[in-house]
C-alpha cells in the first residue's frame, strides 16, 4: 500500500492533522528502518566505553551495531556481524574484548578497528578469492558517525544531510548541557532506566512537546505534592522530590508562556524562556566553579537557560537540567523502548548528580508518581486509534490555515506546531529516496 508510494505516505501528515496510520501501520513501521538509517540517530556516550576494547551494542534502524573503544583513544563504529557467516561477534550489551574480536562461531579474529586479524585453517584459502572478496576485507564501517562533545551519533545510509547540517542549531542543547560541568565534560552513571511501552514511538515523541496534558494527566501527583507542602512559606527550601513534582501542576499560562523554538528536520527546544526546572535551588560553590571555569557571561547563558525539553529528531530528548537524556528506540509499531540515563557532571557538585537521579526515579520510572500516568494513556490511546469511524488525529492547536510553518521560529509553548515539526520531517525523511510516487 505505501512501499515506493512517496504520494500516499505524504498524505498521511496534512497542515494540522494526521493519520492514524502512523501509529498503528505494521507496515509504515517497516519502512521506518530505513527512515530511521537516513536520519541521524543517537547511538550511546563515549563515557560507557572509557578503556581500550570496550564496547556497547545496540540496533538501529534493524541492524546490530557495535561501539568499540581504540586503542588509540579513538572510537569506532561496526556492524556487529562476523564477515565470515553472518554471526553476532557479541552478545552482551556491553563488556570489553580485550584486543580483539573473536567470533563465536568459526573462531575468525578481528582488530579493534574491524580490519582481519587470522582465520582457522588458513592453508584452505590460499588460492582463494578470499582476500578480494568484502568477507576478506574485515568488518564492516559505519561510514556516517560522528561524536559531538562525546555523544555518539550514526548515519547509516550512505546517502542524506551531513552531521552538521542535519542538527544545526539543535546541537546547543548539548552544548547547554556538557557546559554544565565546570570541566566540560560528562560522565553517564547511575545505570539506564528502561521501560517498553505498548505504544508507538512517535506518540512518545510528540508528548515530549505537549505541555497541555500535564494538568490533566498529572493531576493527581500534583495534587498529593501541594496538599504535603501546603501551609508552607514561600522561602522555604523544598526538598528535591518536592521541588521537582510542584511546578508539573503549574498552570496553562505558565506552559503557554515558557516558550518553544522549532527547528528544520524536526528538531525543538520547548522552555525557551523558562521551565518547570528554572527555579532549582542554587548550590554552595557550584556558580563560583562555572564562572571561573567558563567566564561570566557563557557561565551565565548556561545557568539560566533551562529547557524544558530539547528534541534532537527522531531518536533523543534532552534535559540540560537536570542533565537528564532519554533516548527512544522503535521496537515494533506498538512497542517502543525508552531508555533514561542520567549524567554527574565532573567538577560540579555530588548533589546535582543527585538530582540527576532523582528525576529519573520521579519521572521516568514506570512505578513513578508521574510516568505511570503517560504509560497509562500512550497505551490507551493505541488502542483507541484502531477504532471505527475518525481516521484523524487532530494537530490544530495555534495552526493559521495559509500561514507559513517551515524554517526555525519561535512559538508559544502550548502551540501544536512543535508536533507538527516533527511529523512534517518525519514525511520528509520517509519518502526522501522514493520516486516520484503514484
Not at 546535582?352 to 532523582?358: A, D, G, K, N
Not at 502550548?414 to 520531517?425: D, G, I, K
Amino acid at each position: 500500500m505505501y512501499r515506493d508510494h512517496p504520494d500516499r505516505i505524504r498524505a498521511l501528515v496534512q497542515e494540522d492533522r494526521v493519520h492514524r496510520d502512523l501509529y498503528v501501520s505494521d507496515e509504515l513501521f517497516a519502512l521506518e528502518q530505513e527512515f530511521f538509517a537516513n536520519t541521524w540517530a543517537y547511538l550511546g556516550h563515549a563515557s560507557q566505553i572509557p578503556q581500550a576494547g570496550d564496547y556497547l551494542t545496540q540496533d538501529i534502524a534493524g541492524r546490530p551495531l557495535l561501539m568499540v573503544r581504540q586503542a588509540d583513544g579513538g572510537i569506532r563504529v561496526l556492524y556487529n556481524r562476523c564477515a565470515h557467516k553472518g554471526s553476532q561477534l557479541v552478545s552482551d550489551a556491553s563488556g570489553n574484548t580485550g584486543k580483539f574480536f573473536r567470533c563465536p562461531y568459526h573462531a575468525w579474529t578481528y582488530k579493534l578497528d574491524g580490519a582481519p586479524l587470522a582465520v582457522p585453517v588458513r592453508s584452505g584459502y590460499e588460492g582463494t578469492n578470499l582476500k578480494n572478496c568484502e568477507s576478506g576485507q574485515g568488518l564492516s564501517p559505519v561510514r556516517g558517525m560522528a561524536v559531538y562533545r562525546d555523544f555518539v551519533f550514526v548515519r547509516l545510509s550512505d546517502e542524506g544531510p551531513s552531521f552538521e547540517d542535519y542538527f544545526g542549531e539543535a546541537l546547543r542543547a548539548i552544548d547547554n548541557l556538557v557546559d554544565r560541568s565546570p570541566q566540560g565534560r560528562l560522565t553517564l552513571a547511575g545505570g539506564a532506566m528502561r521501560n517498553i511501552i505498548h505504544c508507538n514511538w512517535k506518540m512518545y515523541l510528540e508528548n515530549i512537546n505537549d505541555t497541555v496534558h500535564p494538568m490533566s494527566t498529572h493531576e493527581s501527583a500534583t495534587r498529593a505534592a501541594d496538599a504535603l507542602w501546603e501551609g508552607r512559606a514561600e522561602t522555604e527550601p523544598k526538598p528535591m522530590a518536592m521541588e521537582q513534582i510542584l511546578p508539573f501542576g503549574a498552570g496553562y499560562e505558565f506552559f503557554d508562556q515558557m516558550g518553544g523554538r522549532v527547528l528544520p528536520h524536526g528538531h525543538s527546544v520547548l522552555g525557551t524562556r523558562f521551565s518547570i526546572h528554572s527555579n532549582y535551588a542554587r548550590l554552595d560553590g557550584y556558580e563560583e566553579a562555572m564562572r571561573a571555569a567558563h567566564g561570566e557571561e557563557r557561565a551565565n547563558e548556561v545557568l539560566t537557560r533551562s529547557p524544558q525539553n530539547s528534541v534532537l529528531f527522531p531518536s533523543l530528548s534532552v534535559k540540560s537540567s537536570p542533565q537528564a537524556i532519554r533516548v527512544i528506540r522503535p521496537l515494533a509499531a506498538n512497542r517502543t523502548l525508552v531508555e533514561a540515563y542520567a549524567f554527574r557532571a565532573e567538577g560540579a557538585p555530588e548533589l546535582l548528580f543527585e538530582r540527576s537521579l532523582s528525576y529519573n526515579r520521579l519521572v521516568f520510572s514506570p512505578m513513578s508518581v508521574v510516568a505511570h500516568d503517560d504509560v497509562h494513556l500512550f497505551e490507551s490511546m493505541q488502542k483507541g486509534l484502531r477504532a471505527g469511524g475518525n481516521e484523524w488525529v487532530s494537530l490544530h492547536r495555534d495552526h493559521r490555515p495559509g500561514e507559513a510553518e517551515s524554517g526555525a521560529q519561535d512559538v508559544n509553548g502550548t502551540n501544536e506546531r512543535l508536533m507538527r515539526n516533527q511529523f512534517h520531517a518525519w514525511a520528509d525523511f520517509m519518502t526522501s529516496r522514493m520516486g516520484g510516487g503514484a
